[in-house]
DNA sequence: CAAATATAGTTAGCTAGCTAACTATATTGA
DNA sequence: TCAATATAGTTAGCTAGCTAACTATATTTG
């Protein structure tokens, strides 16, 4: 749903009617409007940044892949150690392999000691790919920032930790929740 | 990919290393780190969300389509004015519609003065499932933002408006490149 | 008023995720 | 040491999106 382009979204004024209706009554309406902004925010900026990696046949997936591979040393890394990297399962690296062995932007060798295993290589046109797109990359960040000055950012990153900490707290909420059933 | 669980992300001195090789030397790598903290603080609040609206047996999708229902007119909508409101594609509200159907939670009638189309309608059921949910809602939404004060909130809701204003600058940047080719 | 066009809903088939389950190989431990 | 267990990669089949294309009905227009 991060792609949909909502034509109605609740208002100020519909969601002060929901919470008075539905929420406790101390619920605080900016609160919950700032919710909405955040994933507001954050949606439209991976669209325009996926636009940004789609110019160079990437998805951001693929690009965190070809960049842990060019950190990588001799730039290999076995698919298992790229799922733990990702946090992704199995399959799906298996997948996106495939998909980048097609563009030709990675090899596969098979791994010493271990006939269980293989290695991923970036090849020197995965490279070439990475080296282009790494200057736009920056760029559309640069952009994206752009209208913030440096103590902005700072204050920026401050709050987004103070979300990260109810994130924190609403899994407890919901590990709590879990254990009273 | 906003469901990983990255166990290797890029940090101040990896990524400063990155953009000394491959950024433009004016690139502020602080930006860089707040554009992946941003992706970060959604990504978790979002998954953490997603928990909530599970534990009723709901996606986000599914929800928004069950309040515009709620909002609607004898609490019918056409599938058609639904994907319009979502900004999703026809054939993504006829699957979620479906699903919804079998769930008890919307019924289809038929629309009156034209055969092509179809009304939806919420349910008894439907409405006691937002009932029910709201409230959890509202209490989730508080919990995720109870770290920040009311002035942290208009500040944050600010400094997140520059970021649209970045969003916007990118989508224009990517429309020019577009055209120069 | 009939033909062309537009709209509503659905179907088929694509992508990118996931889990479960399979095969092959390694490792552990009785 | 060899049987049990664990790990690597893949396959099959699920979900939730998408586009293209189909059928049926409305609307527009020559």
Redesign the pocket.
């Given at each position: 749903?991060d792609?949909?382009k909502f034509t109605d979204r609740p208002d100020q004024k519909r969601l002060s009617r929901t919470i008075a209706e539905y929420g406790d009554p101390k619920t605080d309406v900016s609160a919950a409007v700032l919710f909405l902004d955040l994933q507001w925010t954050y949606r439209e900026m991976q669209k325009a940044y996926d636009q940004v990696l789609a110019a160079s046949d990437l998805?951001?997936?693929r690009f965190i892949i070809l960049m842990f591979l060019f950190r990588a040393e001799n730039y290999c890394l076995?698919?298992?150690e790229l799922?733990t990297k990702l946090?992704?399962?199995?399959?799906?690296v298996?997948?996106?392999?495939n998909?980048l062995m097609i563009s030709g932007l990675v090899i596969?060798l098979s791994?010493p000691?271990?006939?269980?295993?293989?290695l991923i290589q970036l090849t020197p046109t995965g490279k070439a790919v990475l080296q282009k797109f790494l200057p736009r990359n920056f760029e559309a960040v640069q952009t994206i920032t752009a209208a913030l000055s440096a103590s902005e950012i700072k204050t920026l990153s401050t709050l987004l930790q103070k979300i990260n900490i109810g994130t924190r707290n609403l899994n407890l909420e919901e590990e709590r929740h879990h254990g009273n059933n």
């Amino acid at each position: 749903m991060d792609n949909f382009k909502f034509t109605d979204r609740p208002d100020q004024k519909r969601l002060s009617r929901t919470i008075a209706e539905y929420g406790d009554p101390k619920t605080d309406v900016s609160a919950a409007v700032l919710f909405l902004d955040l994933q507001w925010t954050y949606r439209e900026m991976q669209k325009a940044y996926d636009q940004v990696l789609a110019a160079s046949d990437l998805t951001e997936t693929r690009f965190i892949i070809l960049m842990f591979l060019f950190r990588a040393e001799n730039y290999c890394l076995a698919p298992s150690e790229l799922a733990t990297k990702l946090g992704a399962a199995r399959p799906t690296v298996t997948k996106i392999l495939n998909r980048l062995m097609i563009s030709g932007l990675v090899i596969k060798l098979s791994a010493p000691n271990d006939k269980r295993s293989i290695l991923i290589q970036l090849t020197p046109t995965g490279k070439a790919v990475l080296q282009k797109f790494l200057p736009r990359n920056f760029e559309a960040v640069q952009t994206i920032t752009a209208a913030l000055s440096a103590s902005e950012i700072k204050t920026l990153s401050t709050l987004l930790q103070k979300i990260n900490i109810g994130t924190r707290n609403l899994n407890l909420e919901e590990e709590r929740h879990h254990g009273n059933n």
